[in-house]
């Protein structure tokens, strides 16, 4: 009969059947090695959705201003990046990073604003 072994440190298994790791610190090692690159991706992504979230609060100080789309980019903020949109009835879509968004008026100008809304 094969004797099984722990899927990081081929330790021999002893217990359950369906074991796959000899120890608690055997699976994370496992499980972390092997998620690494989607973690890294993730984390990546939420850094720049963090970043532009923080950009979009500092110029916000109530519910809404008018600012120049340069202005953002100046301060490093990625329009590639946003948590969700809102379509309005007149068609215009807003798009968020968490609370904060901004709406593109034309191309040079953009309306920030603040989500009141508990989610």
């Not at 109530?62 to 903020?77: P, T, Y």
């Not at 379509?87 to 040079?108: A, H, I, Q, S, W």
Request: hydrophobic share 30%.
């Amino acid at each position: 009969m094969d004797k099984r072994k722990c899927k990081e440190c081929n330790d021999p298994l002893v217990g359950r059947s369906d074991k796959k790791f000899c120890s608690d610190q055997c699976r994370n090692a496992f499980n972390n090695r092997n998620n690494s690159d989607i973690n890294k991706v993730m984390r990546n992504i939420n850094n720049v959705l963090r970043r532009n979230r923080r950009i979009l609060h500092s110029l916000v100080p109530e519910e809404k201003r008018k600012i120049a789309r340069s202005h953002l980019l100046q301060q490093g903020f990625d329009f590639n990046y946003f948590t969700h949109e809102f379509p309005t009835k007149k068609g215009d879509v807003y798009r968020f990073c968490y609370e904060m968004g901004y709406l593109l008026l034309d191309e040079e100008q953009l309306l920030l604003v603040r989500r009141k809304e508990e989610w």
